[in-house]
């Protein structure tokens, strides 16, 4: 019996029974792919509101490698690693770009597979490539950063018919010519020429002081995503909202703030048994007292619920919520 619950940041009562943990990737050869296989990284973006029943394959493979070249580096780093700590260590060896990143909870495979973004910078941006095995038929693969097809918060590994695809190392390039990334509101007060240092330690403090640290209070970051509507859709909500936090997109369409939708619907204090919304931040539902599945699942409902009433907007997970037989689509 294998107890999830300290494998998911949400913390939830789970087990699961079939479960191979990779360390090698000779451990990788001997899997054998089904139909109900399921792929987990460090577990912070996957809540299991159930016990499993399916095959878990758990990804621990280790490993990194750092070539300079004239104009920037080549860091290439196994599915396994965490996230934040290589954030701190290549700042630490003065490459940098990954500074907006740091505090993302995680393992560097599952930085492409949402395209994982903060602070006005998204991972895809120094990806080159993305290597792994195709479970299902045990071939290799290795995506060029177009052939990831990223978008916001999403990539080709989201969808069903790559399920089977399994990320064992990232190629990422960080150019040396460097310079900070600082638009966002929360980075205003840093001088135009903040170091990469300056930026790093801004981002963990910020993250520290609004985000719930999930070993204390157990969550799975933003549960939904940012919604993007079209301008048509815009205009008709700003009409009726006017006030509404949005940011306006590359492609000419419309980015909401899913924090402020829930806010302004007076969710921040619900709570249904032990899941609540956070207070500080209304995009992070938490574990508050011992929630069950059932609690979550039903928070979640409300919760989008609720912002469809009033905004005419569903909003979708950006966590992988798994069930007793696997995704679950609320
Ligand atoms: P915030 O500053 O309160 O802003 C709320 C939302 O507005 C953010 O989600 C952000 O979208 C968007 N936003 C703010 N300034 C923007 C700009 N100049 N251009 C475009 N969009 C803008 O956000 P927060 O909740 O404290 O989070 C700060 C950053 O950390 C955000 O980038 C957020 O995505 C990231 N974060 C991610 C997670 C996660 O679990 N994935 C958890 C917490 C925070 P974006 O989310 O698209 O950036």
Redesign the pocket.
């Known amino acids: 019996m294998f107890d999830l619950k300290k494998r998911h940041s949400f913390a939830l009562p789970a087990c699961a029974n079939h479960v191979d943990v990779i360390h090698a990737p000779d451990d990788v050869r001997k899997i054998i792919w089904q139909d109900d296989s399921y792929i987990l990284g460090a577990g912070s973006n996957t809540v299991f509101t159930s016990d499993f029943e399916g095959h878990l394959i758990v990804n621990r493979l280790l490993g990194s490698s750092i070539v300079e070249l004239d104009d920037g580096y080549k860091v290439s780093l196994a599915a396994g690693e965490n996230w934040h700590h290589w954030v701190a260590r290549l700042i630490d060896q003065g490459i940098f770009g990954f500074e907006n990143l740091a505090l993302i909870p995680g393992s560097v495979g599952a930085a492409p597979v949402q395209n ?5 910078v998204e991972v895809a941006k120094f990806i080159e490539s993305v290597e792994g095995v195709d479970l299902r038929t045990g071939t290799a693969f290795q995506f060029t950063n177009k052939e990831c097809n990223f978008g916001y918060r999403d990539s080709v590994f989201k969808r069903a018919e790559y399920a089977s695809f399994l990320i064992t190392s990232v190629e990422f390039y960080l150019p040396k010519a460097w310079q900070p990334c600082l ?4 980075l205003k007060d840093l001088p135009t020429d903040a170091s990469a240092i300056q930026v790093f330690d801004h981002v963990v403090a910020v993250r520290q002081r ?2 719930p640290d999930p070993m204390v209070i157990p969550n799975a ?2 549960f939904f995503k ?1 919604p993007v509507i079209t301008s048509d859709e815009f205009r008709r909500i700003k009409q009726r909202h006017p006030d509404i ?1 949005y ?1 306006e997109t590359a492609d000419g369409q419309f ?1 909401l ?1 899913a ?1 402020w939708l829930i806010e302004q619907c007076g969710l921040k204090s619900l709570r249904i048994g032990g899941a609540g919304v956070h207070q500080r ?1 209304a ?1 992070v539902l938490v574990n508050s007292n011992q929630a069950t599945g059932r609690d979550l699942t039903e928070l979640a409902h409300q919760v989008r619920k609720q912002v469809a009433q009033r905004f005419g907007v569903w909003l979708e997970p ?1 966590v992988r919520m798994l069930d007793n037989r696997g995704l679950l689509t609320l």
């Open positions: 994982i973004g903060a602070y006005g638009e966002y509101p929360d609004k985000l970051g933003s940012n936090r940011f980015k703030a924090g931040q995009l950006e």
